[in-house]
């Protein structure tokens, strides 16, 4: 046991770590590196060298997942069995993609050392509350950046290197400023550096916040501080807790101040709030729902269900590594159907892979047994094997043993007649369960025949039958010209009718089908027809910077700003596209006919399918109505019946699960928008999982939401009655939620990260734009002005004001872009299930970067009749942020009281850039655009007594009050109550119309 270990001993293995050990790093395909690993002296990071990275050959120890003993991972077995001794090698499974870092020590009491040493660090991390954490991941970029900052390694900071960080960390101060705060935080007798403490000293005056300081002063009728009372209005009236106590109050005081003597007293000075309203109770997501907080007792059918397509991949459809990891990976990522593409192996032993294809090959028993360990390693709600079978019976029969063996008493095998049409169990009465999804043998079948024929018409990867039509019936292996006949077919046939549109990751290009309905949906009037409402329009942005992923065989040139033609070519980039992009690639594939297609299907496997087997599809109205039943269907047809037949598509949800997984097209594994499917109530929307981007980020807020357990409760609407997600009015008589965003500052927003020139680029003119993604009617865009060279704390100060039907169902999307004259670059993004969102003031954490985040206020109303805020895709291109910030306070503060500190924001005045503002060329003053303005000029060159007069007109200004030296934050998370009145998680202020 970790925890158990002595002091002694783990004092040992952490001074024996970062002493250091010289070990082999191996790597696929090649010989292995000898390199010399230690730990680092924060016990943050496992680093060596020598390498070509330099600084960024690391692995933080937060990122480790997963340290593996002996030759477990898929790069030992690449190595000839008795190359090195089992002792003496281990595996770290690191990141998001659980990457591995394969390592042989000289000696078995080496690896013993890393090994225990890891999990010990490992297992304070997960023992850390989310306070502790975030203060701990704060100390550590603060030592990082020190370190960095220290070009020439002699542990303090010159002056000039001062300069060269701030313009790193994108802060625009006169040099003037940036002196007399280094002299005030040079304190050992004025050497002219600064140490680590020294530094901190100075980043904490350069940093700290105007707009949290006038908001503490608002509610502490200008006093320095905030007492109790003080302190229980703020929390009252702007984060709308309830029953705030003194005792609650004097907790957050003794947690979150630094100052002795303000604990003493019982206030909290600024240092202090600043701490608390950027710890987690700050947060916009509501602490509540990283735990299950959903009723887990309905059926199955009542909830979304996180789903992997071809889960074993790594990369493209075509020729990418099939991997064991990437179970793994997908279940502790939350994920609970994971699909299995089974085949003929040699030697009588089953495998995973890709038909057709170039994919390298697993076993299959090696899939079952990592499933085995990690299905329940995060939480233990069921599991769904989706088996895609295209083996011998006698190798179905191998795979019976191996999934009753491996998988145990975990593998469900309730005794359920087929016949039966009742309800599903529900994912409480399954925990802790292993379901197989797959074909089933009919009961007229001999009970004691040990096989027998069943349809294999409702398979569920397409390319297949592609390829048996293209190339006849592939016995063997494809080779690489088959497969590369295979895409360029494919991407001809998709290229006759076809259009770009953009996308969140720079200069890539989505290819999109036609829909078949023979409408046009290219708008000439700038604005998205009611057939786009309820696509994934990504986050449209041309951009300079390059995208460097893996693409099928090129990458495409540069953009096209409108719709067009493309011409013939051999590229396929990698890309999260629209729903809508595919809806038509049916028409685009060639029509043969063909016989109804059967297979042999064992006693053994079938006998293992109970609650989910597996059918066709043919008509949604005319299906009889089973349970038992799941449908898989592609989103090309799953896209057709959500447009032609909406409510019958919404009812077959109801009775049973249905499958959509990606179209055979998207050979790069790209993904498809998932909305549309989720309003629809497809349960198993699956998706490429390797293919990191948008989707995948949307795909995240929605089973977050729910403690990431894989399983998020559909709306009642949608699990009982007549629903239409497409109607303009999808709810009659319902009242809508009016979700009021004040979007306030930002906080060390970087620069980008595919940046030309790194660290050494501009400063970032930054803004945010924030998408609703939901059913059709609810799905827009709207965005703040630009702030020009800030990215430090830049001050928007602006309103946005949405309208949205079904808050179940909807996400918020915040982004963040740096604008530039020629278009507009990503900076970074957080999105958030609307019902997890917290009201309030909250700070927004960008996902995947340790400090940047944007200040907002959050405020939902009920609102009856039509709104007065522009909505919807209706007001998508023709709304002004300016005059959307002047509505907003029409409707919000209509028939209410001002709550206590809402003059805080006209009182704030935006942080000026220039003396002089510059005219930011390209960028209309409306919501979104697409024309194209990348060719009315360059700024105008500045002379650099401008540059210092400008920039002494920043938010730091200001002079905030001297405060006494404190000591280090508590590392404990503050307690609040998180009641509020709605038990799902969306809250209400009562107003009049917008109702009191």
Known sequence: NIRSLSRERVEKCMSSMQMGTQMVKLRGGSKGLVRFFFLDEHKSCIRWRPSRKNEKAKISVDSIREVCEGKQSEIFQRYSEGSFDPNCCFSLYYGEHMESLDLVSGTGEEARTWITGLKYLMAGISDEDSLAKRQRTRDQWLKQTFTEADKNGDGSLSISEVLHLLHKLNVNLPRQKVKQMFKEADTDDNQGTLGFEEFCSFYKMMSTRRDLYLLMLTYSNHKDHLDTDDL???????QKMTKVTKDHCLEIINKFEPCSVNQQQAVLGIDGFTNYMRSPAGDIFNPEHYSVNQDMTQPLSNYFIASSHNTYLMGDQLMSQSRVDMYAWVLQAGCRCVEVDCWDG????????????LT??????????????????????????????????PQQKKMAQYLVEILGDKLDVSNVGAEESGRLPSPESLRGKILVKGKKLPPNIDENAEEGDVSDEDSADEMEDDCKLMNGDWKTSANRKQVENLAKRKLDNLMK???IRDREDPDSFTIAALPPSGKSTDKTDGSKGRGDEGTDTADEAPSSTKRTGRSFIGSFSKRKKKPSKLKKTSSFEDTDTDQENTSGASRAQPHHSRKKKT??????????????????????EAQAACSWQVSSLSETKAHQLMQQKAASFIQFNQRQLSRVYPSSYRVDSSNFNPQPFWNSGCQLVALNYQSEGRVLQLNRAKFYSNGNCGYILKPACMCAGAFNPNL???????????????IISGQQLPKPKDSMLGDRGEIIDPFVEVEIIGLPVDCCKEQTRVVDDNGFNPMWE?????????????LVRFLVWDHDPIGQDFIGQRTIAFNSMMPGYRHVYLEGMEEASIFVHVAVNDVTGKARAAGGIKGLFHRNPKQASLDSHAVVHHGRKHPFGAHLLRRTASAPTRGQPKPKKGFPEIAIDTKDYSSEGASEERESEDRDKASAATSHQFTPPQHRNGESLASCQAKGPWDRPDTNGAFHQEEGKVQN
Do not use: W
């Open 728 to 742: 303009e009015d999808p709810l009659p008589g319902r009242m809508r939620k009016q979700l009021v965003l004040k």
């Open 232 to 238: 229980t209005r703020f929390l009252e009236n702007e």
């Open 497 to 499: 009718e076809s259009k």
């Open 360 to 393: 390298s090959k697993i076993l299959f028993k090696d899939v079952i047994e990592t499933i085995n360990k990690h299905a329940f390693a995060k939480n233990d709600y069921p599991v769904i094997l989706s088996i895609e079978n295209h083996c011998s019976v």
């Open 599 to 620: 297979m042999k299907l064992s006693r053994a496997l079938s006998d293992l399918v109970k609650y989910t087997c597996s059918v066709g599809l043919d008509d949604v």
């Open 798 to 810: 602006e309103t946005l004001v949405f309208s949205v039907h079904m808050p179940e169902l909807t």
């Open 346 to 357: 040699q030697d009588g032993e089953p495998i995973v892979h890709h038909g057709y294809t």
